[in-house]
């Protein structure tokens, strides 16, 4: 079984760090604009019903793929600061053992004021990108479990 190169809670870490140089919250969304800007995005032929986000604003696609017991995540978005947010998501959980996923909790991106500062329906899509994460985890979980 493969082992993360750094905890979940390493990378939560480090993401409160890295934004804690920021003071105003324009300079933190520009960061955020960066995160989304490292996702190299989805061909379109995945950015089907199936791998899109439910609950968000705008369109949110996630797939993930097991390699040797890791699930790795892709994801892509039509709106700038949400394809950052999948982006900081995809720091943290990508690369990641499923059930390490499916139990971690999330606690970086209140601790940046970003739950603070997102609008209800933007909340409300955070919430629904996590709650598809995490529920990929399971579904590959079960599927672990089935096989051996």
């Not at 804690?20 to 960066?34: A, G, L, N, Q, T």
């Not at 690369?95 to 601790?111: F, K, M, N, S, V």
Request: glycine share 8%.
């Amino acid at each position: 079984m493969g082992e993360p190169m750094k905890t979940m809670e390493e990378i939560q870490k480090e993401i409160v760090e890295d934004f804690s140089f920021f003071e105003e919250w324009m300079d933190k969304y520009e960061e955020i604009i960066e995160f989304g800007k490292s996702l190299k995005g989805l061909p379109e032929e995945l950015k089907t019903e199936e791998n899109l986000v439910r609950g968000c604003q705008s369109n949110v696609w996630v797939v993930s793929e097991m390699n040797n017991g890791l699930l790795h995540f892709e994801a892509d978005s039509d709106a700038i600061i949400t394809k950052g947010i999948v982006g900081l998501l995809l720091r943290i959980f990508s690369g990641q053992r499923p059930i390490d996923i499916a139990t971690e909790e999330l606690y970086a991106l209140d601790e940046i004021g970003l739950q603070a500062h997102l609008s209800p329906n933007r909340a409300n899509g955070l919430n629904a990108m996590v709650n598809k994460i995490k529920l990929m985890a399971l579904a590959h979980r079960a599927k672990e479990e089935a096989e051996g």
